[in-house]
Nanobody
Framework: QVQLVESGGGLVQAGGSLSLSCTGSGGTFSEYDMAWVRQTPGRERELAAAIAWTGERVDATDPMKGRFTISRDNAKSTLYLTMNSLKPEDTDVYYC??????????????????WGQGTQVTVSS
């Protein structure tokens, strides 16, 4: 079974930077579309960023554009999210998600079959 494990979350001051990582196992990493999704109880789920198996990136939601960058290293079976100029409103649980490249819509969260446990990002003012 495919398993995703996130790391890198923590507490950071507003204006600071943080990098998240997600390591996949149990499948061929290069054949999956990948995404970072943020969500916390009481808040709407948001696509932070997505990247196709081809390496093509899907733009993040407007508040995150220009600040968040998604990347992947297939040789390491790892997905990354670099977050700069963090704001208190970026505080959330960030999830790594994966879906096969053969089915589904890269922008539809319900089409992602595999999810990590999430990593908490807290931005202090």
């Amino acid at each position: 079974q495919v398993q995703l494990v996130e790391s890198g979350g923590g507490l950071v001051q507003a204006g600071g930077s943080l990098s998240l990582s997600c390591t996949g196992s149990g499948g061929t990493f290069s054949e999956y579309d990948m995404a970072w999704v943020r969500q916390t109880p009481g808040r709407e789920r948001e696509l932070a960023a997505a990247i196709a198996w081809t390496g093509e990136r899907v733009d993040a939601t407007d508040p995150m554009k220009g600040r968040f960058t998604i990347s992947r290293d297939n040789a390491k079976s790892t997905l990354y999210l670099t977050m700069n100029s963090l704001k208190p409103e970026d505080t959330d649980v960030y999830y790594c998600a994966a879906k096969t490249r053969f089915t589904g819509d890269i922008r539809r969260f319900t089409d992602y079959a595999y999810w990590g446990q999430g990593t908490q990002v807290t931005v202090s003012s």
